[in-house]
Nanobody, 128 residues
């Protein structure tokens, strides 16, 4: 398993921006899928954005399309989530996660059970 450490959470007003970072303990070059999930109290963990580390293709859940951007810096073993135009409903604990993608599967999953490495989470609070 990969060790993941998130940072960058905080409290902002609606319309504001935050950038989350996730540093991995090993190089993420290769067939890794990395993702950002979030979980609000009383809700299930939700996949927000995923990225294939080999090629950089990305996918987003509908509620964040056009506002959030997932990206990677392989030289720093770091995953980012740039969050713009934040809304109160974005308030949640945000988690970074990773798994090694089988060669036969070209896409990255949004299902939490697929991921076997998780960070400790960073809190994002958006006030109206």
């Amino acid at each position: 398993q990969v060790q993941l450490v998130e940072s960058g959470g905080g409290s902002v007003q609606a319309g504001g921006s935050l950038r989350l970072s996730c540093v991995a303990s090993v190089s993420m070059l290769g067939r890794y899928c990395m993702a950002w999930f979030r979980q609000a109290p009383g809700n299930q963990r939700e996949g927000v954005a995923v990225i294939r580390t080999d090629g950089g293709s990305t996918s987003y859940t509908d509620s964040v399309k056009g506002r959030f951007t997932i990206s990677q810096d392989n030289a720093k073993n770091t995953l980012y989530l740039q969050m713009n135009n934040l809304k109160p409903e974005d308030t949640a604990m945000y988690y970074c996660a990773a798994y090694w993608r089988p060669q036969s599967i070209w896409y990255c999953s949004f299902a939490p059970d697929t991921y076997n490495s998780w960070g400790q989470g960073t809190q994002v609070t958006v006030s109206s």
